[in-house]
């Protein structure tokens, strides 16, 4: 469950804006995160919902947008969803795959009340 | 009101990677992040690349566990420096308790790293280590559907380990279909078929990581 880690860092971050910006309660927390990060959203949240436990983000929303996998083939640059990490250009059929989409893992913005 | 932030979450992590593969770099170790399932034969394959190797090369081995030092204890035996990282529940190395287990090893009298991860193929995933390449073990008993189960460890290992081919005659595993799957995700993937009990496929395994470790050695040259 290395949710629990990736929520540790994440209130490193939350907390840091917090403090930078005095603010006195977060309503909303938005997140991006890739298909291809191995992270289970319910375990996330639920984590996340422990680390907000008496501080300015208990009760706030935690919104995770879900970033679908994308490829890019090396040998004729055509850009493609991966399916099923079928990493395999669909117009050339080359194996040669870079990822370009999909392994994000990053906190978008915040929302507060003034 | 809404405020931008736009941060890597994993920044912290990474920025600790960076660190440990420049000092890697620095003494010029080739680290190997080896990864796995519980009971897929990591320990085994060790001790056999210890048994192996280390009269060629300087290895140090970090062990992960969760709790005991069982595996520590295996690999001390054969005589290379070892330090056990206990995460006590925690399913993953980080590169903070790997930086810490590099200072305690002393690296810079070694050449070869081997860093033994938590018996697990997911959570280990989403960790750089700073090593130079990551391993993926699977075993036989644990069926050959597993890479496209578990397609973030295999997208991203340089090499792959099937171990316990001895036990191909008494399982459903289809070691084609394996293989299609495992290319699929990874073209450039080396696969090794291995029983680390028996000892088969551990010679080809050993000359490829001394391949990698003298390549490494050119590149610093």
């Not at chain 1, 907390?15 to 992270?39: C, D, R, S, W």
């Not at chain 2, 790997?98 to 193929?121: K, S, T, W």
């Not at chain 2, 073209?187 to 028996?198: G, L, T, V």
Request: charged share 30%; glycine share 6%; hydrophobic share 40%.
């Amino acid at each position: 469950m290395h949710e629990m880690a990736i929520v540790d860092s994440l209130f490193k971050i939350i907390n840091a804006k917090v403090k930078e910006h005095q603010i006195k309660k977060v309503v909303k927390v938005k997140l991006k995160v890739g298909e291809m990060t191995a992270v289970e959203p319910m375990t996330l949240t639920a984590c996340f919902e422990v680390y907000a436990q008496n501080t300015v983000v208990e009760g706030a929303e935690l919104v995770i947008e879900r970033i679908p996998l994308q490829g890019k083939c090396r040998e004729c640059a055509n850009v493609f969803r991966v399916y099923n990490y079928n990493f395999q250009c669909p117009q050339c059929e080359s194996r040669s795959i870079e990822t370009v989409a999909g392994r994000e893992l990053y906190i978008e913005n915040l929302e507060v009340e003034e | 009101m809404e405020i931008k932030v736009l941060r890597n979450i994993m920044k912290r992590n990474e920025d600790l990677a960076t660190v440990n593969r420049e000092l890697f770099d620095r003494y010029g170790i080739l680290a190997i992040n080896l990864m796995s399932s519980p009971g897929a034969g990591k320990t085994t394959i060790l001790e056999r690349t210890i048994a192996k190797l280390k009269d060629e090369l300087k290895i140090g081995v970090i062990e992960g566990d969760l709790m005991t030092t069982k595996d520590a204890e295996r690999i001390h035996r054969y005589g290379v420096p070892v330090v056990q990282i206990n995460t006590e529940g925690g399913c993953h190395l980080d590169a903070n308790m790997v930086n810490r287990a590099m200072q305690e090893l002393e690296i810079e009298n070694l050449e070869l790293v081997i860093i033994e991860n938590v018996g697990n193929l997911v959570c280990p995933s989403a960790f750089d280590l700073g090593d130079d390449l990551k391993v993926v073990v699977i075993s036989v008993p644990e069926g050959d559907d597993k890479p496209l189960k578990y397609p973030v460890m295999f997208r991203e290992a340089k090499a792959c380990i099937l171990n316990k081919i001895d036990l191909l005659p008494y399982s459903n595993f289809n070691v084609d279909n394996f293989t299609e799957d495992v290319l699929s995700l990874n073209p450039n993937i080396e696969i090794f078929q291995m029983s680390a009990s028996s000892g088969e496929g551990i010679d080809e395994w050993c000359l490829w990581l001394k391949r990698e470790w003298e390549r490494k050695r050119q590149r610093r040259r």
